[in-house]
């Protein structure tokens, strides 16, 4: 597997049990096609671990307290909580519809600000923050390898941070680089008590909170989409690390961007491509064969038409899962496992199970295993090929 910090494919180095931890959504807009690439992502890394005979872990979060769910929930006029359950329903209801390995847990932000108030409480002790006026801020100058895993200059992450959320020009602080752990609240936004004056956590500090809080000091793999590496990330290993004094993470594993037909798929820029209203015209194993035409680790962009390929490729499978004989199959299945065992080259996986589809279909050679042996290589990728095709509504 690819690791971003190391920048090279090396051998997951990992014991029977396998503990990830995946950056969840802020539930505060509908599941879309970035997110459903993310997820499915991690789901067939998964699948490929249990059937290697691991014991997988995964905890995913919900950051339903940040700096994006808050002025979301203040134009609709709603609470921020109310806003979080609806769509964190919604999401929950897209990952059962795409058939993906629930998490052992999905840890919302709003139920740890306990454990991360404990977390900034000994970054304090260990002389890694500074408060202005009830705002803690991380002091990046205490942490030496500060940027090592995104590997980025300084004038780069400068321009990502500002970007991505943060404040490099905040005249408070000691180097454009510090990040905020805790800071007061708007008075209509939601408040905790701390030792330094109520208000409420900064995005970065709850997931290294609840990932250590739940699967301890040293995660095997953690990741998310590109977007996350910086700051999100850099800040999270950052902290946990001058924390706890252990390697926070051993490997991390980033998902690359989708873009919609030639643009960036924004929420501001309006062209979100939503997977409940996919649900609508496509099965939810075409949207998965679609994604999986295109390797984790790149950028690409989504057309309307490549819906309707994934469908005719579902259809395939079906028809070939039906099948009454076809070629040896086991050579189709060693390479379907050596591809998902090259950085998860999914389009591989997914180019041989179609050879061998159209091989049965067209009636090419005898052996009577072949149908069965595609149905297992499908449901190895999180593909049911024993029910027909069914559309959400
Ligand atoms: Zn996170």
Same mark, same amino acid.
């Given at each position: 597997?690819?690791?971003?910090?190391?920048?090279?494919?090396?051998?997951?180095?990992?014991?029977?049990?396998?503990?990830?931890?995946?950056?969840?959504?802020?539930?505060?807009?509908?599941?879309?096609?970035?997110?459903?690439?993310?997820?499915?992502?991690?789901?067939?890394?998964?699948?490929?671990?249990?059937?290697?005979?691991?014991?997988?872990?995964?905890?995913?979060?919900?950051?339903?307290?940040?700096?994006?769910?808050?002025?979301?929930?203040?134009?609709?006029?709603?609470?921020?909580?109310?806003?979080?359950?609806?769509?964190?329903?919604?999401?929950?209801?897209?990952?059962?519809?795409?058939?993906?390995?629930?998490?052992?847990?999905?840890?919302?932000?709003?139920?740890?600000?306990?454990?991360?108030?404990?977390?900034?409480?000994?970054?304090?002790?260990?002389?890694?923050?500074?408060?202005?006026?009830?705002?803690?801020?991380?002091?990046?100058?205490?942490?030496?390898?500060?940027?090592?895993?995104?590997?980025?200059?300084?004038?780069?992450?400068?321009?990502?941070?500002?970007?991505?959320?943060?404040?490099?020009?905040?005249?408070?602080?000691?180097?454009?680089?510090?990040?905020?752990?805790?800071?007061?609240?708007?008075?209509?936004?939601?408040?905790?008590?701390?030792?330094?004056?109520?208000?409420?956590?900064?995005?970065?500090?709850?997931?290294?909170?609840?990932?250590?809080?739940?699967?301890?000091?040293?995660?095997?793999?953690?990741?998310?989409?590109?977007?996350?590496?910086?700051?999100?990330?850099?800040?999270?290993?950052?902290?946990?690390?001058?924390?706890?004094?252990?390697?926070?993470?051993?490997?991390?594993?980033?998902?690359?961007?989708?873009?919609?037909?030639?643009?960036?798929?924004?929420?501001?820029?309006?062209?979100?491509?939503?997977?409940?209203?996919?649900?609508?015209?496509?099965?939810?194993?075409?949207?998965?064969?679609?994604?999986?035409?295109?390797?984790?680790?790149?950028?690409?962009?989504?057309?309307?038409?490549?819906? $309707?390929? @994934?469908? =005719?490729?579902?259809?395939?499978?079906? +028809? %070939?899962?039906? #099948?009454?004989?076809?070629?040896? /199959?086991?050579?189709?299945?060693?390479?379907?496992?050596?591809?998902?065992?090259?950085?998860?080259?999914?389009?591989?996986?997914?180019?041989?199970?179609?050879?061998?589809?159209?091989?049965?279909?067209?009636?090419?050679?005898? $052996?009577? @295993?072949? =149908?069965?042996?595609?149905?297992?290589? +499908? %449901?190895?990728? #999180?593909?049911?090929?024993?029910? /027909?095709?069914?559309?959400?509504?």
């Amino acid at each position: 597997m690819y690791d971003t910090a190391r920048r090279a494919v090396v051998p997951l180095d990992v014991g029977h049990e396998v503990r990830i931890y995946v950056c969840g959504i802020t539930p505060y807009d509908s599941t879309h096609l970035g997110h459903a690439n993310t997820y499915l992502t991690y789901d067939l890394l998964i699948r490929r671990l249990e059937s290697l005979g691991h014991e997988v872990r995964l905890v995913r979060n919900i950051t339903d307290v940040d700096d994006s769910i808050l002025p979301k929930a203040r134009e609709l006029g709603v609470d921020f909580l109310e806003l979080a359950a609806a769509e964190t329903a919604r999401f929950e209801g897209d990952m059962v519809a795409l058939e993906t390995r629930p998490p052992e847990a999905q840890p919302r932000a709003t139920e740890w600000v306990a454990e991360m108030v404990e977390l900034i409480g000994r970054l304090e002790v260990g002389g890694h923050v500074y408060v202005v006026d009830g705002t803690v801020f991380f002091d990046v100058s205490t942490f030496e390898t500060f940027g090592e895993m995104s590997g980025y200059d300084e004038a780069t992450m400068i321009e990502m941070s500002r970007e991505r959320g943060g404040n490099p020009d905040d005249p408070r602080l000691r180097n454009p680089l510090d990040f905020i752990l805790w800071q007061p609240s708007l008075p209509d936004e939601p408040s905790w008590d701390s030792p330094w004056g109520p208000g409420r956590p900064g995005w970065h500090i709850e997931c290294s909170a609840m990932s250590m809080s739940l699967l301890g000091n040293t995660l095997d793999i953690h990741g998310g989409g590109s977007d996350l590496v910086f700051p999100h990330h850099e800040a999270e290993r950052a902290q946990s690390e001058a924390a706890t004094g252990e390697t926070f993470v051993r490997h991390w594993m980033h998902c690359g961007m989708v873009a919609y037909e030639g643009r960036k798929m924004s929420k501001s820029l309006g062209n979100l491509v939503f997977v409940s209203e996919l649900g609508k015209i496509a099965d939810p194993r075409a949207l998965r064969l679609a994604l999986m035409a295109h390797h984790y680790r790149s950028d690409w962009e989504w057309f309307d038409a490549d819906i $309707d390929d @994934g469908s =005719a490729t579902l259809d395939l499978l079906l +028809a %070939a899962a039906g #099948g009454s004989s076809g070629p040896d /199959p086991q050579p189709f299945v060693d390479r379907v496992h050596s591809a998902l065992d090259d950085d998860l080259d999914a389009p591989a996986a997914r180019r041989t199970m179609l050879e061998l589809a159209e091989a049965i279909v067209a009636g090419d050679g005898t $052996d009577q @295993g072949a =149908a069965a042996a595609l149905r297992e290589m +499908a %449901a190895l990728c #999180g593909i049911d090929l024993t029910r /027909p095709v069914s559309l959400s509504s």
